[in-house]
C-alpha cells in the first residue's frame, strides 16, 4: 500500500525533504534510493527478478513509466500468467512477495541486521509466495476435520513441520496414537539445512515412520496438512 502511494521512507525521499544527508543505495551503494531503484533498478533486484525468470516483464512495465509505483501497479493490474519456474503461482504473486522481500533485505542493511546471502533470496521469495499460495488454497477449501481414529490393529502417525525461508532451515514433529487416541511416543528434530516446506515435510514423515519402527508398529495410518505431500505419496512418486 505504502509502495504503490509513493510514501516509503527511501534514502533519496527523506533527502529531498531534509532529514537526511545521504541518499545513496544503502544496498548496492551506486545510485540514489527510490521506489523504483529499490524494486525495479538496483542491481540486486534486477539479478533477483532475472533469477525468478521475470526480468522481461519487468522490463517491459518500466519502459512505461519513471515512476516506481505506477510501474508496481502496472505489473499488479496485468492479466494472471503463472510463473515459469513454478506453475502454480501467478507472478503478480511474485511480485508481490519480491517486492515486500526486498524492502525487508533493505531493512537489514539499514538497521544492522543480517541479511541472507543474495543467492538464497529468490529460493526464498518462491517459498514464501507458495506457503502463501498454499495457505490460500486451504483457506478457500477449508473443511473442519478432527482427529480420526485409525482402524483396529493400526496407530495414528501425525506428522509436520516449519521451514523458515530466510536461512532455509525447519523443525520437524512426529506423534503416535493408538486406536483409542492414546499417546505411544513421539519425536522432533532441527533441521538445519533444508530447501522448502515440501521437503521439510517430507523429512518430517521419514522422521515419524522412523519412529513407528522403532516402537515396532508397522501398521501405520499416515497423517500430514501438506496436501502435495499426500498427493506425491498417493500416486507413488519418486
Known sequence: WRT???????????TNRHISSVGACPI???????????IFDCFHARELW???????????AMALDRSGSVVLENLFLADPRP????????????????????????????????????????MSVLAIANNYHQVNEKMMNTTVEKWRIPEPRFVKLNVDASFDPDFLRGTTGAVIRD???????ACNARL?????????????????????????????????????LIEIMKNERP
Open 28 to 38: 548496492c551503494h551506486r545510485e540514489a534510493e527510490d521506489i523504483k531503484h529499490l
Open 50 to 60: 532475472n533469477r525468478l525468470g521475470i526480468m522481461d516483464i519487468v522490463k517491459e
Open 83 to 122: 510463473l515459469p519456474l513454478k506453475p502454480n503461482l501467478d507472478i503478480k504473486q511474485v511480485l508481490a512477495v519480491g517486492s515486500w522481500y526486498l524492502w525487508w533485505i533493505r531493512r537489514q542493511f539499514t538497521h544492522n541486521g543480517s541479511p541472507p546471502p543474495t543467492f538464497k533470496w529468490p
Open 192 to 228: 538445519d539445512m533444508v530447501q522448502d516446506v515440501l521437503s521439510a515435510e517430507a523429512l518430517a514423515l521419514k522422521h515419524g515412520l522412523f519412529l513407528a519402527e522403532s516402537m515396532g508398529c508397522n501398521r501405520v495410518v499416515m497423517s500430514s496438512d501438506n496436501s502435495e
Open 4 to 14: 504503490l502511494h509513493g510514501i516509503l521512507p527511501l534514502k533519496s525521499i527523506l
Open 179 to 185: 486406536k483409542k487416541g492414546k499417546f505411544i511416543a
